[in-house]
T-cell receptor, first 120, second 110 residues
Framework: GAVVSQHPSRVICKSGTSVKIECRSLDFQATTMFWYRQFPKKSLMLMAT?????????EQGVEKDKFLINHASLTLSTLTVTSAQPEDSSFYICSASLLAGQLGTTGELFFGEGSRLTVL | SQQGEEDPQALSIQEGENATMNCSYKTSINNLQWYRQNSGRGLVHLILIRSNEREKHSGRLRVTLDTSKKSSSLLITASRAADTASYFCAMDTGGFKTIFGAGTRLFVKA
């Protein structure tokens, strides 16, 4: 149980285009999902908390208009990088948390496999 | 800083040896978790230790937590080449926000 699927795993795009990354919870409903950015050999930096049916909560320094997050259903959150630039190239990872006890979990996070974005 | 701190940043050992990674944090926590990340992949949860626990075991993994020192350690015993990965501690500070440490890159030589 508690599988999170992220798509696409790799995407290459030209500067100025928009890229959408999907994060799906396959066997549970996730009212809250998290989006992270990870630079090479670095830790995960939380970008925003995605709440189903409401606006995402962004971390300080993260541009809301650049990184659009939509959590339209209990199983899907999307991150759209708008007008992507080379400096947006990175590894983006989503995660979902379950309340302790759901699906036998203890409150840990479940991660997607990540999406590597390369902007030319 | 958003991150907790981990040391060492990188660790290279021989297969069969034990690997110890340390994590320190600054705020109070509900629990502390350890995750593993293979290169270019997502994170996999290894073990969770609650703030009222001091030690926890899972297979070859042993985690300790010292809330007075705000630190935790992860010990991997009898390491294998397949243990090569990055390991992150993550602090649940409440409010749905989990803060990750900087990570330790472990390389186990066969």
């Amino acid at each position: 149980g508690a599988v999170v699927s992220q798509h696409p795993s790799r995407v290459i795009c030209k500067s100025g285009t928009s890229v959408k990354i999907e994060c799906r919870s396959l066997d549970f409903q996730a009212t809250t999902m998290f989006w992270y950015r990870q630079f090479p050999k670095k830790s995960l930096m939380l970008m925003a908390t995605s709440n189903e049916g409401s606006k995402a909560t962004y971390e300080q320094g993260v541009e809301k208009d650049k990184f659009l997050i939509n959590h339209a259903s209990l199983t899907l959150s999307t991150l759209t990088v708008t007008s992507a630039q080379p400096e947006d190239s990175s590894f983006y990872i989503c995660s979902a948390s379950l309340l302790a006890g759901q699906l036998g979990t203890t409150g840990e996070l479940f991660f997607g496999e990540g999406s590597r974005l390369t902007v030319l | 800083s958003q991150q907790g701190e981990e040391d060492p940043q990188a660790l290279s050992i021989q297969e069969g040896e034990n690997a110890t990674m340390n994590c320190s944090y600054k705020t109070s926590i509900n629990n502390l978790q350890w995750y593993r990340q293979n290169s270019g992949r997502g994170l996999v949860h290894l073990i969770l230790i609650r703030s009222n626990e001091r030690e926890k075991h899972s297979g070859r993994l042993r985690v300790t937590l010292d809330t007075s020192k705000k630190s935790s350690s992860l010990l991997i015993t009898a390491s294998r080449a397949a243990d090569t990965a990055s390991y992150f501690c993550a602090m649940d500070t409440g409010g749905f926000k989990t803060i990750f440490g900087a990570g330790t890159r472990l390389f186990v030589k066969a």
